[in-house]
């Protein structure tokens, strides 16, 4: 192999250790895409998870659940509606490590 290639080869593998340690997506793996929407029907709603910021997204989603099988929404987590839904999860997430 001529030294052109050997380089070229180096270069190559160089490149490839390098681009292991980067990250493949700048904000994660986030489950919400675009900022949501502000409200849901209370009477819709059959199941609430908050997802707080992780390695994998840097942003608070609220994704609801919603009733007969109409699928999920993500709510925005600035709107109204989702601060009152993530005060209450994290009042009963506060009393049920308070009764251990």
Known sequence: MN??????????IFCATIAQGFPMFKGG???CIGPGVKAVK????EKISVIYPSNN?????????????????????????????IKKVERRNFLKHQNI
């Open 29 to 31: 793996r986030c489950l």
């Open 42 to 45: 209370v009477a819709d709603i």
């Open 57 to 85: 997204c840097d942003k608070v989603e609220v994704i609801i659940t919603l009733k007969a099988h109409k699928g999920q929404r993500c709510l925005n987590p600035r709107s109204k509606q989702a601060n009152i839904i």
């Open 3 to 12: 030294v052109k290639g050997l380089a070229i080869v180096l270069a190559v």
